[in-house]
């Protein structure tokens, strides 16, 4: 059906020709914000001051040139990891820009009291005076006026000034650089002098303090006698000493303890009255060998004699005297060797004890040595500390003081500002350009948001959306002739579909009436009616236009003017309103009498009749329910011209004995909340809502005129103008 939207409840899609129909319509609003943006932002700008920028490079490296070769700065420059660099610059960039550069370029260019820096020079005389005698600060003014730029990824950096007047501006950009350039170079060379100065003093110290360790040194060589062999040489003699002493008491000891064992055998021997002719050291004599082999000889030959003589033979006897001599000799000798033994023995002991002696003298002296040795030490650490401090001190210091009067420096200018051609600002084309956006977007937004704020049904969006009902097409606005504005025009609208047959006004009447019929084709709505939400909203209008259609294609239509507090049919058909519908209720008239038929074939009209004191009474009577059932059954179909719904409760009363209702809303003027509370009426007592006509559509406005061409295809019409009805 045309008047029901199929796609109801879908999600909505954005339709651009939407929003530009609504921009074509507030298209004056747009424009009034876009030229009054325009206007005002150009005059402002135009009365703002000029101001013009200078702009100088400059170089920072992070070191000077090494005039000195190796030697290093005292003032550091920052170099080193990747954020102390950046800390190094930044801080720069802060120092271009601080209050002792600021200060500098007052005092270089004079700027205190002068009139053209403040702009004053054109004033009155006594206008400068009083500007000359306010507290300025000059150096805050000139901080205000400076900035730094840096170039990305190299040294390069940018140092601007701003400035009304463009040689000022360049003079300001150039001081400053120069007074950054000097502040940087008498930075370094001050620091460097105060550490110079510095490092003389603590040298001064230091020496003083080396002498002393020095002297202290020499007085300890001299007290313990170590001037001509050093204190290591004669540790290491001692050491030698008792290396050597530790050796020889070690044969020592061991001898003794041989001669000891070999003393103890002697004395075992004699104890137990043995010979002591088994001793080592006697079997190893060779004298005390030779006598026991003569001895045994003479023993021999004793043994021998002995056989043939008696023991007082002579030569028995001096044989026997031979034996007694060699054997007192022998015994003799053994007692030489044994004492020679012995005294071989106390040698040793003696010897033992006297190297005892010296290695406790060699140790004792070996302490005392270290001892002497710690405090050498002690001394000696001291006076070499003492020594490479003040030669590192001194080194330290000398080199400051060559670096204090180098004239080198790390930053460099690079190119000089120039006096600026244009200024800066205002910028009068971006302003410009920026404001035509700026109202564009403005007038746009204005635009949408009195759209936002206009709550009238103006579409058949409105209509399903909002009142949830379904939509059953529109009648155009309809124009007459400037020749026919003279006469009657109610009529002449109200019949504008006899006339006019093939005008757009006449399609939008028919499809009303097919999407009437369409909604239920199988129970038909015999009975109709027409109302609106308030009053001059076209129902009348749509009632007359929907009753000559339904009538042209073929039905026996009535039209009852049940309005019976602004009756409108008689006067649109020409009939008389003595008589009508409220007579016939009252009984005084037929109901075949008050019947009018109309030019249109097939369409009556029952008009109101005197209007009653009591409407709302009549509708509720059993003659008006009779008065309908008569018409429903002469009729195909029976069409009720109501009053508005919101003003009085005859059209709910009605609804009741109606098959359906035609809510008629006109365009862009009946908001949806009085739409909506019209609707909440009707469905509260229960009457079938057929849908919503929107009455007093201009279609030749952008906005809607070309939606509804769109959406129904009104491709051919009358060509004169139409306009809407009320």
Not at 305 to 325: C, D, F, G, V
Not at 577 to 588: A, F, K, R, Y
Request: net charge neutral.
């Amino acid at each position: 059906m045309d008047g029901f939207d199929a796609n109801e409840g879908a999600e909505p899609q954005i339709d651009l020709r939407e929003y530009w129909n609504i921009v074509l319509k507030r298209r004056w609003t747009v424009l009034v914000v876009f030229v009054a943006a325009v206007t005002l932002v150009t005059i402002f700008t135009l009365r703002q001051k000029k101001i013009y920028e200078a702009r100088a490079s400059m170089i920072i490296e992070l070191y000077a040139p090494q005039v000195l070769g190796n030697v290093r700065e005292v003032y550091n420059l920052g170099a080193g990891s990747y954020w102390s660099n950046k800390e190094y610059y930044e801080t720069q960039y802060k120092v271009v820009t601080s209050r002792t550069v600021a200060q500098k370029v007052v005092q270089l260019l004079r700027i205190e009291g002068n009139k053209t820096f403040l702009g004053i020079d054109k004033l009155p005389p006594e206008d400068q005076k009083k500007a000359l005698d306010q507290t300025v600060d000059y150096v805050e003014m000139v901080r205000a006026t400076l900035e730094v730029e840096p170039v990305k990824d190299s040294r390069m950096v940018f140092v601007k000034a701003r400035h009304e007047d463009p040689k000022w501006a360049q003079r300001l950009t150039n001081a400053a650089v120069n007074a950054y350039i000097d502040y940087n170079l008498q930075t370094r060379r001050q620091i460097t002098l105060e550490a110079a100065g510095w490092l003389a003093d603590r040298a001064k110290e230091l020496k003083a303090r080396m002498d002393e360790s020095e002297n202290q040194l020499n007085a300890f060589k001299s007290e313990h006698k170590i001037l001509s062999v050093s204190l290591e040489d004669r540790q290491n003699i001692t050491s030698q000493k008792l290396l050597d002493l530790n050796q020889t008491l070690s044969k020592r000891q061991t001898e003794r303890i041989a001669l000891e064992a070999r003393r103890q055998q002697v004395l075992d021997i004699k104890e137990a009255k043995q010979p002591l002719d088994s001793i080592d050291k006697v079997l190893d004599n060779k004298l005390i060998q030779q006598m026991k082999e003569t001895y045994f000889k003479l023993k021999e030959q004793r043994a021998e004699l002995n056989t043939r003589y008696l023991p007082e033979h002579p030569k028995y006897q001096a044989i026997e005297q031979k034996i007694k001599e060699v054997r007192r000799n022998m015994e003799r000798e053994i007692d030489n060797v044994l004492t020679s033994m012995e005294s071989e023995y106390q040698a040793v002991v003696s010897a033992e004890k006297q190297l005892v002696r010296a290695l406790a003298q060699v140790k004792a002296e070996a302490l005392e040595i270290n001892k002497k040795a710690i405090e050498y030490r002690r001394l000696k650490r001291v006076a070499d500390s003492a020594a490479e401090l003040y030669q590192l001190v001194r080194k330290r210091q000398q080199e400051a003081a060559l670096s204090a009067h180098q004239e080198t420096n790390n930053v460099y200018k690079l190119d000089p500002a120039i006096e600026p051609v244009f200024p800066i600002y205002p910028r009068v084309k971006l302003n410009i350009l920026l404001a035509a956006i700026i109202g564009l977007l403005g007038g746009i937004g204005l635009a949408f948001f009195l759209e936002y704020l206009d709550n009238t049904i103006k579409s058949q969006e409105d209509v399903t959306r909002v009142l949830q009902t379904p939509f059953l097409g529109i009648i155009p606005s309809i124009k007459l002739d400037p020749a026919q504005e003279s006469g009657e025009v109610v009529t002449l609208r109200d019949h504008y579909l006899v006339s006019h047959p093939k005008s757009t006004v006449a399609e939008s009447c028919r499809t009303m009436r097919t999407n009437i019929l369409f909604m239920s084709p199988e129970n038909p709505a015999r009975r109709l009616l027409v109302t609106s939400a308030s009053p001059q909203e076209g129902k009348s209008t749509v009632c007359i236009n929907l009753g000559i259609t339904m009538a042209q294609s073929g039905s026996k239509v009535i039209l009852l003017d049940t309005d019976m507090r602004r009756p409108r049919l008689h006067k649109t058909f020409g009939v008389q309103s003595g008589t009508g519908l409220t007579t016939t209720i009252l009984g005084e008239a037929e109901l075949s009498d008050v019947i009018h038929s109309s030019e249109v074939p097939s369409l009556d009209v029952l008009p109101c009749g005197p209007i009653p004191p009591n409407p709302t009474e009549l509708f509720h009577t059993e003659r008006f329910h009779r008065i309908v059932e008569q018409l429903s059954e002469r009729y195909d179909r029976v069409i009720f011209d109501s009053p508005p719904v919101l003003v009085v409760a005859d059209p709910l009363i009605l609804s009741s004995m109606m098959d359906g209702v035609v809510l008629v809303i006109k365009s862009a003027r009946t908001s949806r909340e009085i739409a909506r509370r019209a609707v909440k009426q009707l469905r509260d007592v229960k009457a079938n809502i057929l849908g919503a006509v929107i009455n007093d559509l201009d279609i030749q406005h952008r906005e809607y005129g070309y939606y509804y061409y769109r959406q129904y295809g009104y491709y051919y019409g009358e060509k004169e103008r139409d306009v809407v009805s009320g």
